[in-house]
């Protein structure tokens, strides 16, 4: 396939002034001709907006679901990874900056259609196609025409994703996605604003619609930045939020930073931070809370909430006692687990296997 040097983006309308408002997301950039938006993808071209990165990706990989991370979806299968180039935030912390914040288009070395990409995750038995490494937000056009191609072969569609995305476009987004991990960043305003250039109520918005208004299996991750985002009161606000507007079923993972990009001079987080604030969590009332980046195969493994059960034992991305009866509830004491389960659950453990398109 040649990849198209655009293809015609949705979400924007013309303004007054002669400027096109790209709508896709809160940033609403306005831009004269040849202008790109902030997210770099999305641009200005013969008067309209454009995505320029469809069917160009910066690599494809096989990967454990739980790497994700999914806990409570598929478990222990494996899952065909890619994502593009550019974002719609700005962190200074970002953890995959190489691609989220590249503006080098030759990067994006491999090329695929919607339609390959699909039949090759069915040739490698994956059970789902993640959009992932860069937010697939911003290539929502490639994102949905790829997950309607997974759909027809019966491959499952995973978005791992900031959430920042508009009302209208969100729509369309997840009416095409099975599963989705969405960042929780921060819980104060003046963490998404200083940090990561976005707000924090469009964040809150997707997540109570996603969990409210649509059937897809729905987890949560926070990168513990210290001295940033890690306080006994944000923590216990955010997880107070979470269960009060969403429900204690919402799996919850802390994960570890580690310093990147523009926040070298941040330690890295303490798998004891890690550990106190998943029991912090787990006390306020939410059922499902893990760890992550850090080898805690305690924090890492589900639990059942009623009997305390050991459910799923994860060592890393590796998968040990199976505790969940056929139904998808404890075998112990029956108590349903929410999610998305089957019999048995995968073998394809902690392998990477990078693919070449």
């Known amino acids: ?43 200005r071209q013969n008067d309209q907006i454009v995505l320029t990165t469809y069917g160009r990706s910066s690599g494809f990989c096989v990967d454990p679901i739980e790497k994700k991370p999914l806990n409570h979806f598929l478990p222990g299968t494996p899952v065909l990874s890619f994502g593009t180039a550019g974002c719609n935030l700005a962190c200074k912390y970002c953890q995959n900056w190489d691609m989220s914040k590249s503006r080098e288009m030759d990067k994006l070395a491999a090329e695929a259609s919607p339609e390959k990409i699909a039949r090759v995750a069915e040739e490698l038995g994956c059970r789902s196609v993640a959009y992932t490494y860069n937010d697939p937000v911003i290539f929502l056009e490639y994102a949905v025409d790829t997950a309607k191609a997974c759909h027809e072969r019966g491959i499952q569609s995973v978005a791992v994703t900031a959430g920042y995305i508009s009302p209208e476009a969100r729509k369309e987004f997840f009416a095409h996605m099975d599963a989705a991990n969405i960042d929780l960043k921060g819980f104060t305003e003046e963490f998404y604003h200083k940090l990561t250039g976005g707000h924090l109520q469009p964040v809150l918005d997707t997540l109570e619609y996603v969990k409210k208004e649509t059937d897809v299996w729905l ?17 216990k606000r955010m997880t107070g939020w979470i269960l009060e507007t969403l ?23 303490s798998p004891t931070t890690l550990t106190w604030a998943r029991e912090l969590a787990r006390k306020q009332g939410l059922h499902y809370v893990y760890t992550g980046n850090v080898h ?28 969940l009866d056929e139904k998808g509830c404890c075998a112990n ?10 019999a048995r659950p ?12």
Not at 298 to 322: A, F, H, K, M, Q
Not at 347 to 353: C, E, F, V, Y
Request: proline share 9%; with cysteine; hydrophobic share 30%.
């Open 296 to 323: 805690d195969s305690e924090g890492g493994s589900t639990w059942c909430p009623e009997c305390g059960e050991l459910l799923i034992e994860r060592d890393w991305y590796v998968l040990g006692r199976w505790g």
């Open 219 to 235: 987890e949560i991750t926070t990168l513990l930045i210290p001295g940033h985002n890690d306080s006994e009161d944000e923590l």
């Open 333 to 342: 004491c029956g108590t349903r687990i929410p999610g998305v389960f089957e």
């Open 346 to 357: 995968g073998t394809w453990g902690a392998r990477r296997l990078p693919i070449a398109m």
């Open 247 to 269: 429900g204690p079923d919402v799996p919850l993972h802390f994960t570890a930073f580690h310093p990147d990009y523009k926040m070298r001079d941040v330690p890295p987080t």
């Open 1 to 43: 396939m040649n990849a198209p040097e655009a293809f015609p983006g949705r979400y924007w309308h013309k303004l007054e002034d002669g400027r096109i408002q790209c709508d896709l997301c809160p940033r609403h950039c306005k831009l004269k001709e040849g202008q790109q938006a902030l997210c770099f993808v999305r641009a």
